[in-house]
């Protein structure tokens, strides 16, 4: 005798919306929070660490410095372009 299992009804749980407006605010702001912490704490200690190539850069150092290397790389890709343009 085989006995045939009945499927079960699975109830949707209904959350109240402002409990959902809760959990992404959290989601959301907990992040900005520990990354905003983050970037304060190495701005204000990056000047007191000296390294044997020079003082530690803060964020805004390494910001610009990023922007530099993106319009070198820009300017790098243009003339790779142009390059395999004229070998046609």
Known sequence: MTSQAKPHS???????????????GLALFLPILGI???L???SATAPRVDTS???FPGPGQV???AKTLLAE???ERAKEVGFYQRQR
Do not use: C, I, M, Y
């Open 63 to 65: 910001f610009e410095q």
């Open 53 to 55: 190539l020079g003082a």
């Open 73 to 75: 790389h820009q300017q």
């Open 10 to 24: 699975v109830s949707r749980l209904k959350v109240p919306l402002p409990t959902l407006n809760l959990a992404f």
């Open 36 to 38: 905003s912490l983050f």
């Open 40 to 42: 304060l704490l190495w």
